[in-house]
């Protein structure tokens, strides 16, 4: 019996020894406290083929911003529907069914398509983006909603991203896309990604701000200029993100070739950093980004931030871009 009870305070002084150190680890993480990260963002924006019938656009749209708290409790990214920011875009005029909700909510667009809104009524097929990026999450709900509580049928697909969408619409395998407003604005105007003008089409509404983030697991990465010499994803050859890495890179007087650069989409980037097979990665995507969420379950995450110096270069040289903050905690 004195033997068992032995054997016994001998397990339990163990556990509380082993408790003790998971306790002490856990009161000293050597990873350093989260903080904000400098960087700036793209528009999200959803366009549409110019021959959807102006009412299905309407009723697309104002399904979308009239229930803004039930679609935020199925996505927060619904948090940041504003009419304001939905109604400001100048560099491809309106669909006409999106501009009539705007003037109705007293929003004027800054111009409205042409000869748009005059097709037949179908079913609509959203291209949206990879399965591990924003866009395909809340293109599902948004898609699943409107489909639930009128009488549109939309389904959301996965794709290559906004050039893939672009060219998509323009062969008609979409009628909705998502894009980013400076992918959109070079398609529209036949610029770097797109050899000849792709027209087809016309804004519905732009939805909310995509960031430019610089993610790592290296806690020593701190700014742009620490990924000289490092091998680093700047997104798929010829990809929307790949403009903006160049972008941020020439803002700071660097290239592509000052870097080992590899072209990956966002969940093969993520799975390269968690295999460590790369020392950083530009994803373009509103945060937070579900690849990168899943990444931060592996370890602890990164994001590098812009200095006001080199943030204000890069404004300066492509307006389309916009200052943003990711608040510290958000990964």
């Not at 389904?155 to 906004?162: C, H, L, P």
């Not at 742009?224 to 700047?234: F, N, P, R």
């Amino acid at each position: 019996m004195k033997k068992i009870v032995s054997i016994l305070l001998a397990v339990l002084m163990l556990t509380a020894m082993f408790a003790g150190c998971a306790k002490k680890e856990a009161a000293s993480p050597d990873a350093p406290a989260p903080t904000d990260a400098d960087t700036v963002a793209v528009g999200a924006v959803i366009i549409a083929r110019d021959d959807i019938p102006e009412d299905d656009v309407y009723k697309l749209v104002s399904t979308i911003f009239d229930n803004k708290d039930a679609i935020t409790e199925q996505h927060a990214k619904g948090g940041e529907l504003d009419l304001d920011f939905a109604s400001s875009v100048t560099s491809v005029p309106y669909h006409p069914g999106a501009a009539k909700y705007f003037e109705e909510q007293g929003k004027q667009v800054a111009s409205v398509k042409e000869g748009a809104g005059q097709g037949a009524t179908g079913a609509l097929t959203f291209g949206t983006g990879g399965d591990t990026g924003t866009y395909y999450a809340y293109g599902g709900v948004l898609s699943s909603f409107v489909s639930s509580n009128t009488d549109l049928i939309v389904t959301a697909v996965t794709s290559g991203g906004s050039q893939a969408n672009i060219e998509d619409l323009a062969a008609g395998n979409v009628q909705l896309a998502f894009v980013q407003s400076d992918v959109m604005s070079y398609g529209y105007n036949g610029e770097r990604l797109f050899e000849s003008k792709v027209e087809g089409f016309s804004t519905v509404a732009a939805l909310y701000m995509e960031q430019v983030q610089i993610v790592t697991t290296n806690a020593e990465i701190k700014s742009v200029a620490d990924l000289k010499g490092k091998t680093v994803s700047i997104g798929a050859a010829g990809s929307g993100v790949y403009f903006n890495a160049l972008d941020v890179l020439e803002s700071y007087g660097m290239g592509e070739n000052d870097i080992s650069a590899v072209y990956q989409s966002f969940g093969d980037s993520a799975d390269s950093l968690k295999d460590g097979k790369i020392d950083a990665a530009f994803i373009v995507a509103g945060a937070p980004t579900p690849a990168i969420i899943d990444l931060a379950t592996a370890g602890p995450v990164y994001l590098v931030s812009l200095d006001d110096e080199h943030t204000s270069t890069l404004l300066e040289s492509s307006p389309y871009y916009s200052a943003f903050t990711v608040p510290a905690g958000t990964y």
